[in-house]
């Protein structure tokens, strides 16, 4: 690669370096040093304004900050030092995830070289090696600017860091050659090591370094914005036309061209009408295009990257060009690649960008769902952002009953209910699991439940990718496109790390609601304990008013357990919870509290006799004996009823109930009692 230094180029830097300095020497030393720095090196504007990632300052300001630092700390290593803590100054939360779908340590350097040189006039940044285990980047300078030490320390620093970003140990980084010892570039030789570190801090290293990409990729796309906009691009096509048209003699030119995210070609025309520049533009793009027997000049518009279109100049008579004006011609068709090329870099910058936000706020919704369903309805919502397609269905298997199940539609929010369901083999599921790589539905051959997948969805075409997690189906994610998808399309390569994310999403939020659940009911007979009512403070704090609550105490249950073990103590219980739920209305609660006693929360009732009936039907449901271990027993309870007057919570209800439980005790076995009415 030829760098040539840009004379008239503004010498300028991103404010990114003097925040990281400023926030490296704020952490060490305290404000007050900071405060000492910006003297010496004779600042007047706020921290903030020089700490802003998003502005430019002058090279020479950025010096003089740096040099500043040096001598007030004595520490010739704070450059380096700082460059090292860029992750951890300029980062965001939530996003472990995201950054792990970089790949490797060098994908991010490769990356960082990318775009480093976007935010500074001084130097270009080439990744020119890259392995598992290390890079080789080049700078270039390219302005007049005397090379210095200080870039040199900085710029070693932030490459660096790059592999913590990954809990990877960093094993070292070479500078090979350096402009400031007269070599013609800065080689940096970055190496490190392929064990983990601990997780836990390759988590956090990686939730604290992940918004420094993020600012870079959003200052880059403002510096798209402001350098190569659609139309300075068409701009520079036209002059590009007219100055051929000045150059090589001809009463006829055409620049076709298009940038690989365009859908039309742009066109520039000099001696032709509109029509006639149209009729031209399809006949010169064509694979082969006819030269008009030498009348026409055609060259191709193509850099090393891509091929935009041809440049054409026409002799509608008889005269041909010569080879100098073919080869002058071509100059100028090469003028227009480097142009479109930008154009082409700057745009796919943006798109990246665009991508990364979009995959940031899904990573963010997904890390705040608190259930399977929850977490499948963000998914499908945001997936059309992320892959850019029209529409996003999550359906989610349980593995248990072998079902499919719609979770999550991007065209309607399903609020976490499931809807259509479909039975799924565990065969198939497995296979499922297996596969690393999105299906195109018009090639699934599968048996069960993704023969109706059509039906679930609610469409004929698109792609569907496995959500597995430790090899075990979670779910799946289908897309439609709306258009003819290529087995080498942007949506293909991209679905796999949104399936990821997914996975750890939904993979979470199982385990969540496994301790949810187990916090909330009883382990012995998987009935609700106390603690739902934590969990629904609403159901707590309500008036009871035409509620009631049943106490059950089970009779010499003691005695059961004394003369027949706690395992057969343990058998009853799960038959009783069992009868108690077999005969309850919808909207009521069975309870256990611990121990032999149970609570019926009762929904809405005319009066207490209606709750003192349904306490009779419950004493009716334990007559029967009960098999435990092969023994038969006979079991009653006696059950205390409360029923709310219009002031009650269901903690006064329970207390009034467990009285009246007592009393059902004093009079016998088999007994209901209701607690007398509060007096308001």
Known sequence: MDHQPAEEARHELSNTMAGVLLAHLRQVAGPRLVDEVLNRAGETRSLEEISDSANWSSFESIRDLFEAA??????????????????????????????????????????????????????????VDSGSTHAVIEVHRISAVPAQRIWCDYTAGVFSAVPDIFGLPFAGIEEVQCQTRGDGVCRFEVTWRQELADPASEADAMAERMASLTSRFGALEAMATELASVDDVDTALETITHRAAIAVRAPHYLLAVRLP???????????????EARTLATEILAEHPDDRDGTRLIVDVASSVHRFGRLVAVNPGVSRFAPEERRLLQAYAGHAAAAL???????????????????????????DAQSTGEAADRLAISVPKVLDCEEAVVLTWDPEGEMLSCRGHSARSLDGTETSLAHLPATTARRLAATGHPVVLDEVRAPGGLRTLAGMVGFDGGVLMS?????????????????????????????????????????????????????????????????????????????????????????????????????????????????????????????????????????????????????GRLLGQLEPPFDVGGRTLTVSASIGVAVGDGGDTVEQL???????????????????????????
């Open 341 to 367: 090329q930008t154009a082409a870099a700057l745009a796919e910058s943006r798109a990246r960008v665009h991508a990364l936000q979009a995959l940031l706020d899904l990573s963010g919704a997904l890390a």
């Open 467 to 615: 959500i597995a997690a430790r090899g075990e189906l979670l779910g799946l994610l289908v897309v439609r496109t709306g258009e003819e998808l290529g087995r080498g399309g942007g949506l293909l390569a991209q679905l796999p790390g949104v399936a990821s994310l997914a996975a750890t999403a939904l993979d979470n939020v199982a385990l969540l609601e496994q301790v949810r659940h187990q916090a909330l009911h009883d382990p012995l007979t998987g009935l609700p304990n106390l603690r739902i009512l934590q969990e629904q403070p609403g159901l707590a704090r309500r008036s009871w008013c035409r509620h009631a609550v049943l106490f059950v105490d089970l009779d010499g249950f003691k005695q059961v357990n004394d003369e027949l073990g706690h395992a057969c103590g343990d058998e009853l219980l799960v038959q009783v919870a069992a009868r108690l739920q077999r005969d309850i209305r919808a909207g009521d609660t069975v309870v256990r509290i611990g121990g032999d006693e149970f609570a019926v929360l009762l929904g809405v009732v005319v009066d207490a006799a209606e709750a003192e009936a349904i306490a």
């Open 70 to 127: 040096v001598e007030v700390t004595g520490d010739p290593t704070v450059p380096r030092k700082a460059g090292a803590d860029i992750f951890r100054h300029y980062s965001s939360d939530a996003v472990t995830s995201l950054m792990r779908s970089l790949g490797e340590p060098e994908a991010v350097l490769r990356l960082i070289a990318d775009f480093a040189g976007k935010q500074t006039t001084l130097s270009a940044f080439e990744c």
């Open 654 to 680: 329970l207390a009034r109930s467990d009285a009246a439980m007592y009393e059902a005790k004093r009079a016998g076995r088999a007994t209901v009692r209701t607690a007398a009415a509060t007096v308001g």
């Open 261 to 275: 995210r365009d859908e039309q070609v742009r066109v520039h025309r000099v001696g032709l009408t509109e029509a």
